[in-house]
């Protein structure tokens, strides 16, 4: 039987909290590496935005909800209240309807008291159905064999053979500890895309919180790295997450050679889910994890409406932002590696 509503206290995190916040998030069957407490030293420390992480506790003093929020502030983009910020998931996370109903109208009235435009909470599924949605956004989650070669077998013959051309290609993959690396290769991608680059402090805030949990991958071709990754683990689950490579590394099939060796390295020590994070419909990326045999699930993000009218379109396929995404893919490397963490910042 659920805890009487009148028994049950909204309380902030604190550092005295967080081992006791992370073990409720592995056991939550919902749960998801970006639940994890962590992530409110990462939003602190790499963005300088303001973090709330509220728990649901019992009268015994037993965590029985949480629901982590960061406050984005920008003159470009809007002031937002989001669950999670540079996340793909989020929103509240409990072990009843109700106690998700207190968190979730706990984040409203602060959305309302910050007097932000909007909150927002990034659902895997539909929790709101009264509240103003989007659903461009997909995730690709598909569950991986014991057996390395069973996995290589099970991506589509297209795929697999872009795969194979990377592999006699002599192309290798490492692990790697230094996020400078990875950092430098992922920028030279997201630039090429016309998107701004985190930083590298965020990368490395990242590799300093989560340590083994994020996983830095480097493919090398003659000696050279040419393509990255950064994944993060979560139980037995990994997500590649930033990724990217050079030119050079198309032609060489790098990129899918690369993710290839995330699930294969992955597989080899006991992970037994491939998740391929969101991607918008109609993309790029869209395609590409639809061609190794992932099928999209869609996700719910919900809006609870405060100074805004409308939903937000903060997104590279809004016509609005097309010039800027073509002049950003024109700049010197160095320059959007100088300006593009200011703008990133702000991309929550």
């Known amino acids: 039987m659920a805890p009487a ?4 206290r909204i309380r902030t995190l604190t ?9 409720f998030v592995e056991c939550r069957p919902e749960g998801t590496f970006f ?16 973090a709330h992480y509220l728990y649901a506790e019992s009268e015994t003093g037993d965590i029985l909800g949480v629901l982590p929020l960061g406050h984005v502030r920008s003159r470009l983009f809007g002031n937002a209240l989001v669950s999670t910020p540079f996340c793909v998931y989020g929103g509240s996370l409990s072990e009843s309807h109700e106690i998700a109903e207190q968190l979730d109208a706990e984040a409203c009235r602060l959305a309302e008291s910050l007097k932000v435009d909007y909150l927002e909470l990034r659902y895997r599924s539909a929790r ?15 569950p991986i064999d014991p057996d390395p070669e069973r996995n290589l077998l099970a991506i589509p013959r297209k795929q697999r053979a872009m795969v194979r051309k990377g592999i006699q290609a002599g192309l290798e993959s490492r692990i790697e500890t230094d996020v400078e690396t990875v950092h430098r290769l992922y920028a030279e991608s997201v630039r090429n895309l016309g998107t701004p680059v985190f930083s590298r402090t965020y990368f490395r805030i990242l590799k300093e919180e989560f340590g083994e949990d994020c996983q830095l991958l480097t493919v090398h071709h003659q000696g050279a790295p040419i393509a990255a990754v950064l994944s993060f683990f979560f139980r037995d689950e990994v997500l590649p997450y930033y990724g990217g490579g050079t030119l050079e590394a198309r032609a060489l099939k790098a990129n899918d050679f690369m993710y290839w060796e995330v699930m294969r390295r992955a597989c080899e020590q006991g992970v037994r889910l491939f998740d391929f994070g969101r991607s918008k419909r109609g993309t790029g990326s869209f395609d590409f994890k639809r061609n190794w045999g992932f099928e999209p699930e869609p996700m719910s993000y919900e809006y609870h409406l405060v100074r805004s009218s409308q939903v937000p379109d ?30 990133s910042r702000s991309l929550g």
Do not use: C, Q
């Open 314 to 343: 903060v997104n590279p396929l809004n016509p609005k932002y097309r010039l800027f995404i073509e002049g950003w893919k024109r700049l010197p490397l160095p320059l959007s590696r100088l300006i593009g963490p200011w703008l």
């Open 35 to 50: 639940h994890r407490a962590g992530w409110k030293r990462v939003l602190e420390a790499a963005f300088g935005h303001s």
């Open 5 to 8: 509503r009148s028994s049950i």
């Open 128 to 142: 709101h159905t009264d509240w103003p949605s989007k659903d461009l956004y997909v995730t690709f989650r598909k």
């Open 15 to 23: 550092p005295a909290d967080v081992a006791r916040w992370d073990a």
